[in-house]
């Protein structure tokens, strides 16, 4: 049964979150601006995660405002007001009634009047406000965010004024997904699933990995998706061994492993899915060894996971399997040598974002959707292997959400360079 996520998903996340706030506090979350990539072209807009989490709405130059006073919550959104010049040129600016189907938003204002009604809410407060914000940057030397000028703003005009961080809230709500968005996630999946064996049936010694990107590009488009949750990882030979390596355009040699993680999206849920295999459709004894011991990782890390587990806990469990297996393969002498060939962990969590908001130290629980992606990375031999599934957290263990995508190495050399192997 598919199950839609309608306005009644937005009413009762926004519900939850009023249920954290304060008395004497408002929450202004922005849906963000269309960047300028070079003169006057724009990058796609792609909107804050946390404002598409609270609203469903898609759309630029949008702000959020929920108050709480006296225990009354009220929630409006500011709009740009329609122009008709504009228009013309850009398409017609959001509705208030398409707003509304979307969001269950009941009341609307223009964003000439927000500061306006910022300010009436401060008045009333009497000075004992709370401002909430969504203040994430990945890095203290990113450029400065919507939200950043305006705390700074507002705190220079209401020198009381609390200001916070709404992102512990926001994080909290999001780690756990419901029905609609587990289904968004099994989407972007099954597009995921289809692109990969594409790839694999066109895969041949002597392609450029931005051939195989091409036919990844081709089914996520045929699909809709035009927005890509990272950039795709499509790593022959020794560039696998290369965690983010994101050139891809290099030539897949006979003999060649290519490493492949990336992943679609629906509705800006991502799939995040890596798989590995030999470009002439044959692993070697030495690729098929050390696949082997990845894929086992893989599979015992899964097996681990449940409620009340850590990805911490997690981790764990694949650096002893991976560890056993190079002590046996004679790469490492010692367990402190693991860190030469394993360098990152092996889960994280999936949803609105490919590295979604979490709380790394969290124990698990119930509809929570993990990554479970153990690798080794061997550069003397030239050999990257990475494979990774996405995990659903049930109530007494887990489902793998990805389970259709092949990664048993028959099952991979019966697919790789299909089209060729019909034709000959």
Sequence with gaps: MTITMTSKEFINRRQKLAEKMPDHSVLVLFSGVV???????????????NFYYLTGIARSNLILMITKRAGI???????QRPNELEA???????????????????????LDEWLESFGTFMRRCEGKCSLYLDLYRYLWSDELTLADTFAEDAQKKYRTLQIHDAGPWLKELRMVKSPAEIEEIQRAIAITDEAIRR??????????????????????????????????????????????????NQRAEDGDLVLLDLGAASNYYAADISRTFPVNGRFTERQKAIYQL??????????????????????????????????????????????KYYYHS??????????????????????????????????????GIRIEDNVLVTEDGCEVLSAQIPKEIEEVELLVGKNDKEMS
Excluded: C
């Design 346 to 383: 092996v889960a994280h969590h999936l949803g609105l974002d490919t590295h979604d908001v979490s709380d790394y130290s969290a124990a698990l629980e119930p509809g929570m959707v993990i990554t479970i992606e153990p690798g080794l990375y061997i550069e003397e031999e030239a050999i």
């Design 294 to 339: 990845v894929l086992e990782a893989e599979i015992k890390t899964i097996e681990a996971v449940k409620p009340g587990v850590t990805l911490s806990q997690l981790n764990d469990v694949t650096k002893q399997v991976l560890t056993d297996g190079l002590l046996r393969l004679g790469l490492i002498q010692e367990s402190s040598q693991l860190s």
């Design 88 to 110: 013309k040129w850009t398409g017609a600016v959001l509705s208030d009634q398409e707003a509304k189907e979307l969001s269950g938003i009941e009341h609307f204002d223009y």
């Design 73 to 79: 919550v009220n929630e409006t959104l500011f709009l």
């Design 35 to 49: 960047k300028t990539r070079s003169n006057d072209d724009k990058y796609l807009f792609s909107p804050n995660r």
């Design 199 to 248: 790839m694999w049936s066109h895969a041949r010694p002597g392609i450029m990995e931005y051939e195989l990107e091409a036919h990844y590009d081709f089914t996520l488009k045929s699909h809709g998706v035009r927005e890509l949750p990272y950039l795709p990882i499509i790593a022959s030979g020794i560039n696998a061994t290369i965690l983010h390596y994101e050139a891809n």
